[in-house]
């Protein structure tokens, strides 16, 4: 795998850290090309500039990442990109529920540089990386798997209209921030609700917002 050029993002706002992950990256794969993001918007943007980007390092509780958001939103929108999270918490119950919402590993920060690399390449290889004291057959599987089935259904246009309801944004404030018509809104709503099996908007808002309740304070 050391000949292979792979375009990687390492998303965390630690500078040590972030240096840490492209150190075990560079090990592995020398001819990678590696960007670097310190907030999810900044992530967003890279990841717009490089859709060919192959795997994301995200960390679980960086600026603009409230709980599994920013996965749920990448894994919509990108849905070729293998994202692994990194987190200090090392909680299996959250563990769980990020592997449950899309996320290809989880790599605690106390991990060593050679953990982090093999990491990597199992997850190239399209398995899925935990910590060994992590027994995901242990723990039931968690409601969040069929949250997470039903977002998979939403086209990024109806994830980022649910995002603003979540926000509390109106149809016509959400027309005016997407540059649509307000009917195309309404449309958008029909088929949000219509996929995530509520009745109405409040509903739907209560669903996204337990995605960032999902982590520990």
């Known amino acids: 795998m050391s000949e292979d050029i792979v375009k990687l993002a390492v998303a965390d706002d630690h500078p040590l850290f972030r240096a840490a992950l492209i150190q075990a990256a560079k090990k592995l794969l020398p001819n990678s090309d590696i960007l670097e993001a310190d907030s999810f918007d900044n992530l967003m943007q890279v990841i717009k500039n490089n859709p060919d980007t192959e795997l994301i390092f995200l960390d679980l509780n960086m600026p603009g990442n409230d709980g599994f958001t920013g996965l749920t939103s990448i894994k919509n929108a990108y849905q070729d990109i293998q994202v692994v999270m990194v987190s200090a918490t090392e909680e299996p119950s959250v563990i769980s529920k990020a592997i449950h919402l899309g996320a290809s590993g989880y790599i605690p920060k106390s991990a060593s540089l050679d953990l982090i690399a093999d990491a990597i390449e199992e997850v190239l290889d399209g398995e899925t990386w935990l910590p060994d004291n992590i027994d995901l057959s242990q723990i039931a599987e968690p409601p969040e798997k069929a949250l997470a089935d039903k977002l998979h259904k939403l086209t990024p ?44 908007r409040t509903q739907a808002s209560m669903l996204f917002q337990n995605l960032k309740q999902m982590t520990p304070s």
């Open 157 to 200: 246009a109806q994830y980022r209209v649910l995002q603003m309801i979540a926000d509390g944004l109106l149809n016509k404030q959400i027309a005016y921030e997407m540059n649509i018509q307000e009917p195309t809104v309404k449309n958008h709503v029909s088929a949000i609700l219509q996929k995530l099996q509520v009745n109405n």
